[in-house]
């Protein structure tokens, strides 16, 4: 088959979605990206895959902007002539749907999350809705990722009971992100935020309460890891990130293409965010056994078991945040790696990647030709389970 994988970032399904387009290429699928170009395609070209640029403006809705980004989308499509498109993030699932329909298509679309358009409460939010309806409606199968953004799109009829399939985020490398020791005790504890440093995210409440607790706990270390100043309207600029590292607050580690050394270093790892769809970052860390702490929002709550792997707070509050972290200092260092602990097994109960290439695998085959992946079906289901187990010998 041709695949065409469409997000609005490059690095989106290169961090992301590496499993599904691994588990393609092994069956001799041909894989075009379909993206905005940034520093991850020659990783994806490497990989195997074929990057087509895509230009758009990921911000806002501009109506006209928007027309020709499905306008673009169409005459792709028709050029490229895909047995399927796969499809990740709001514009790309929404223009990339309708254009798909046109030319007769198949699509799969993954909300990956809901963003700060469903946190606006506004017309913006409106008009989004509205076209989520449209464009999803003739869909056979919609992903989401986690129950709560299930219940709110059948809520306000945005997909069908019969459309709406919950995915594990992106699945989670059970050996690539191996369970560690949790840092010696007696050292200064270290609480990391690993994110882009959008408002959104809580990154705001974070550094609040690394404040607070740092008045009473001189030693605590408190780290932010992710990108600041980017494109999003909710973007915290590198100006401001200076200003909290000389006030010694945060300590700024930049990014970095392995977050493993630092969630190795880290005593807990911290998600103060508004609204996620699956967070990676929490994935990530229970994996590697590291107790979490996040907000009682969607998408968290559904990684974070509280009191249990981590400890989940108030979104928005910088109080309830410090109140959680005080928690987890008042553990014995046998009470916080027993939370880390039962998070790594959840992780391998409910994240493992091989759950979304399976659901992949089967959404993919009812969508193409009859016939189409039938000799491949075996071979896409158990590509990542024989490489994985290979790997841990």
Known sequence: MHV??????SWNIWNFRRPVVEALLAEGNQVTVLAPLDGSVSN?????????PLDMNVKG????????????FKQIFREEQPDVVLSYTIKNNIFGSLAARSVNVPFLPNVTGLGTTFLSGSLLQTVTEQLYRRSFSKLSTVFLQNEDDRDLFLERSLVR????????GSGIDLVHFAPT?????GGAPIFLMIARLLRDKGVMEFVDAARQIKARHPKAQFQLLGAAGSENRSSIDHATVNNWVKEGVIEYLGTTNDVRPAISAASCVLLPSYREGAPRTLIEAAAMARPVISTD??????????NISGFLCDARSADSLAAAIERFLSLSPGAQK??????????ERKYDQSIVVDAYRQAISRLVKPG?????????????????????S
């Open 372 to 392: 189409m992946a039938s000799e491949s079906e075996y071979a896409f289901l158990n590509h990542l389970k024989t490489e994985k187990y290979a790997n841990a």
């Open 181 to 185: 020791a949790m840092p010696p005790t």
């Open 44 to 52: 994806l070209e490497n990989l195997g895959c074929r990057v087509r």
């Open 161 to 168: 009971p019969d459309q709406a399939q919950i995915l594990p």
């Open 61 to 72: 809705l501009n109506p006209l902007e928007d027309l020709k980004l499905q306008h673009k």
């Open 338 to 347: 027993t939370m880390g602990q039962f998070g790594r097994a959840k992780m």
């Open 297 to 306: 929002v969607p998408g968290c709550r559904a990684v974070v078991d509280n």
């Open 4 to 9: 065409i994988m469409t997000a609005n970032a």
